[in-house]
T-cell receptor, first 113, second 112 residues
């Protein structure tokens, strides 16, 4: 699975959009981009994933560049409860087992009042 | 988390004793995973299961065994607990490999 690079930490004002970047310049054609977050002492939480097209759900939007070498997770109106470590993961989807999630260091997002 | 529970939530045990952690799901998902999380190492996969009685090793499987005799239960056993196995253990489930994983709330294990 391709490696990802994320900033170590970011701040965001409450109510503003939080834009979290992820670089995955070695991504291959069959690798998906996944985002998870982990709020302190809780289990990681799945946010969104995509392959080529931009995706949106009730939690966030995922913007993938046309060359797929980078992506941005957007939390449209950040709240204090969005303070967490956000992980960008690139992985191949397989039909059977044997595929793990590899969590890197992630971005520590601090939402401030 | 909805549909997945881990037990116990906290456990303190002595070195050399066997310990079993339980992950129970009500989602009927095929895939189940055990991860451990340690400072400086992030989350690391211990074992996973892709069906009843179908399990395989992850990247840090030494000292651990698993069993899955029913779809809903995935047990992680530390055969002889060591202090290096002090960690937070997370179970996760997924419907297929494409979908996101749902993680449990974790078990904090301390080996003294």
């Amino acid at each position: 699975d391709a490696k990802t690079t994320q900033p170590t930490s970011m701040d965001c004002a409450e109510g503003r959009a939080a834009n979290l970047p992820c670089n995955h310049s070695t991504i291959s054609g069959n690798e998906y981009v996944y985002w998870y977050r982990q709020i302190h002492s809780q289990g990681p939480q799945y946010i969104i994933h995509g392959l080529k097209n931009n995706e949106t759900n009730e939690m966030a939007s995922l913007i993938i560049t046309e060359d797929r070498k980078s992506s941005t997770l957007i939390l449209p109106h950040a709240t204090l409860r969005d303070t967490a470590v956000y992980y960008c993961i690139v992985r191949v989807v397989r039909n059977n087992a044997g595929n793990m999630l590899t969590f890197g260091g992630g971005t520590r997002l601090m939402v401030k009042p | 988390d909805a549909g997945i529970t881990q037990s116990p939530r906290h456990k303190v045990t002595e070195t050399g004793t066997p310990v079993t952690l339980r992950c129970h799901q009500t989602e009927n998902h095929r895939y189940m995973y055990w991860y451990r999380q340690d400072p400086g190492h992030g989350l690391r996969l211990i074992h996973y299961s892709y069906g009843v009685k179908d399990t395989d090793k992850g990247e840090v499987s030494d000292g651990y065994s698993v069993s899955r005799s029913k779809t809903e239960d995935f047990l992680l056993t530390l055969e002889s607990a060591t202090s290096s196995q002090t960690s937070v253990y997370f179970c996760a489930i997924s419907r297929t490999d494409l979908y996101g994983y749902t993680f449990g709330s974790g078990t904090r294990l301390t080996v003294v």
